[in-house]
């Protein structure tokens, strides 16, 4: 299938507006070496909220910085008993028709990479292989001091040792996995340590104030190269960490497609940005382009 002489356009500066029309997202696809970018919106109808679309955790939630946690014992305490509760129900959350399509595209060649800036592993419970967590995962927890890495899984179970019958009710979760929780019912949750040096534990994500690694960001820099296009999937690109990106693919002269339901900050880089809900356009998209559907994809 070959690409429609708008998704060769060069962007002018003007933002295009919202549309409804999926047919640039399925021929960029149709066409082969589409490099996924995705972010908090395609995880939302698995339950878990974003920060900046309606309803986002951010008019509600700080979340918390790498300065404060470091500089703080307090701040780690209050992180790690919100963390340790919102895990219970972050690791229940399962992946959705949009995470499902993505899958689908690679396992069918559509696909020359995929690039998340969510913690949460849905990508690879759909089956997406080689995936690029361009912020971490919060499935692994790694020691400031000696560098180890432990499984989030042993963290929990330590964790719930150390603060036997901790079982507060939280007014929400949000995307990084914390719970919401008052100083009240933190009150007096229990850190553990590092079991090699006793050091300070924190999750292997990039925290707000963090810097993406620079081998992280360059390996991303060289995914954009190979591809032929970008397809963003559900980031209001606000922060630098994933815009990045899509200004290193528009400079390029490769053709950019956003599917968010807001206007992004990445809008005037775009060809299109697609106003529909992820999960229907993805599964639309996938049954235009003769990929079989079964219910998952």
Known sequence: MRMRPTLNWTPTGDLPPGTTDLEPVAEALGTGGVL??????ISTESGIPDYRGEGGSLSRHTPMTYQEFTASAPARRRYWARSHLGW???GRARPNAGHRAVAAFQRHGLLS???TQNVDGLHQA???EGVVELHGSLDRVVCLTCGAFTPRRELARRLEE???????????INPDGDADLTDEQV???HVVPCTVCGGILKPDV?????????SRVAHCRALVDGATSLLVLGS?????SGLRFVRHAAQAGKPVVIVNRDPTRGDQHAVARVTLPLGTALTSVAEQLGIPGDGTL
């Open 36 to 41: 996924v970018l995705s972010g908090a919106g």
């Open 88 to 90: 219970r129900t972050f």
């Open 113 to 115: 990479g995929v690039i």
């Open 126 to 128: 759909a089956g997406s």
């Open 162 to 172: 150390a603060n036997a019958g901790f079982a507060p009710v939280a007014a929400a």
């Open 187 to 189: 009150g007096d949750f």
């Open 206 to 214: 990039v925290f707000f104030g963090e810097s993406v690694p620079p």
């Open 236 to 240: 209001s690109l606000t922060v630098m």
